[in-house]
């Protein structure tokens, strides 16, 4: 019952990564948007090391970033549905648990930095990081764990 629950929610976690994955790649809108996207991330964020990273590294590098977010994002949505999915005809295949691990860290590295560039934007913003965030975390310590006592 417990497996079932957490395939489930890691399911959940997987279809909010392909939903924003999709919608990045059936427009350039989300490119072309990002430079004043992270630009108002930057302006008033309290985290001067990452207001610094924003201006400095993100946004003279705005089509890679913007790259680098939507495939980490579908790669995400992979890793975590398709685990999933294999888990349920292997549910001790190592490399199915690594792979599993791999769409919870990557998750988890999307909502921390999405998380870090906007939770002084709203509470809605922060609250949803955390909790994305969080859960993926607790995913990939439960997966390293069965990675770690698997035989």
Same mark, same amino acid.
Do not use: D, H
């Given at each position: 019952?417990?497996?079932?629950?957490?395939?489930?929610?890691?399911?959940?976690?997987?279809?909010?990564?392909?939903?924003?994955?999709?919608?990045?790649?059936?427009?350039?809108?989300?490119?072309?948007?990002?430079?004043?996207?992270?630009?108002?991330?930057?302006?008033?964020?309290?985290?001067?090391?990452?207001?610094?990273?924003?201006?400095?590294?993100?946004?003279?590098?705005?089509?890679?970033?913007?790259?680098?977010?939507?495939?980490?994002?579908?790669?995400?949505?992979?890793?975590?549905?398709? /685990?999933?999915?294999?888990?349920?005809?292997?549910? /001790?295949?190592?490399?199915?648990?690594?792979?599993?691990?791999?769409?919870?860290?990557?998750?988890?590295?999307?909502?921390?930095?999405?998380?870090?560039?906007?939770?002084?934007?709203?509470?809605?913003?922060?609250?949803?990081?955390?909790?994305?965030?969080?859960?993926?975390?607790?995913?990939?310590?439960?997966?390293?764990?069965?990675?770690?006592?698997?035989?």
């Amino acid at each position: 019952m417990q497996t079932k629950v957490i395939l489930a929610i890691q399911l959940l976690l997987g279809f909010v990564w392909l939903k924003s994955a999709l919608g990045k790649f059936a427009s350039n809108i989300f490119i072309t948007t990002l430079s004043p996207t992270l630009a108002k991330f930057a302006s008033k964020n309290p985290l001067p090391w990452y207001k610094t990273f924003l201006e400095a590294v993100a946004i003279p590098n705005v089509t890679v970033f913007g790259e680098l977010t939507r495939w980490g994002e579908l790669t995400a949505a992979t890793l975590l549905i398709g /685990s999933v999915v294999l888990l349920f005809k292997r549910p /001790s295949n190592k490399y199915v648990l690594i792979a599993a691990a791999l769409g919870s860290a990557l998750g988890f590295f999307l909502n921390l930095q999405f998380g870090l560039a906007s939770f002084w934007m709203s509470p809605a913003s922060e609250t949803v990081n955390v909790v994305m965030g969080g859960t993926e975390l607790i995913l990939l310590v439960y997966y390293c764990l069965r990675i770690k006592y698997s035989t």
